[in-house]
């Protein structure tokens, strides 16, 4: 019998200037945007009694812990984006890395991060199946 899943997704945003080194373009001098971030966990058991896989609430914290990191940042000036352009795909990267070590503890498995500068330009990072 196949068992079945659960996926849960939350979203934040952050407001930051970044520019993309190199970028041959507009892009490559300082500029802004809303970002959003959503991040996707999986897990195949829920807490009996609540019938919850894990709190929305304590998921919702614990990426603000990650984005507060970025809000309102040059980002260009973190150390992490030192050397490497802070693009989406990137800063998606960033978030699931960070993700990662927050959800250790916690019964579920991280499955995707997606981060957008716009509704209509969205990058996803994952790492393996889940
Ligand atoms: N794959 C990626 N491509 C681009 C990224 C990125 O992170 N990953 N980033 C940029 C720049 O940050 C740029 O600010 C985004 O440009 P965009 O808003 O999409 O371009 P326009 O303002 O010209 O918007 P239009 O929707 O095309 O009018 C660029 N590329
Ligand atoms: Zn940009």
Not at 70 to 84: C, R, S, V, Y
Not at 95 to 122: G, H, I, N, Q, T
Request: proline share 2%; net charge negative; hydrophobic share 35%.
């Amino acid at each position: 019998m196949t068992q079945g899943q659960w996926r849960l997704r939350v979203s934040s945003d952050f407001s930051s200037s970044h520019q993309l080194r190199h970028y041959e373009g507009k892009c490559e001098n300082m500029h802004g945007h809303n970002f959003t971030v959503e991040v996707d966990v999986v897990g195949e058991s829920l807490d009996q009694r609540l019938g919850i896989l894990m709190d929305f609430k304590a998921l919702k914290r614990l990426l603000k812990e990650v984005t507060d990191e970025l809000d309102h940042k040059h980002l260009n000036d973190l150390p992490d984006f030192a050397e490497q352009n802070p693009s989406s795909e990137l800063l998606a990267r960033f978030v699931f890395r960070r993700m990662k070590d927050l959800l250790a503890s916690y019964p579920v498995r991280l499955a995707e991060v997606m981060v957008s500068e716009k509704a209509s330009s969205r990058a996803y990072y994952s790492e393996g199946s889940v």
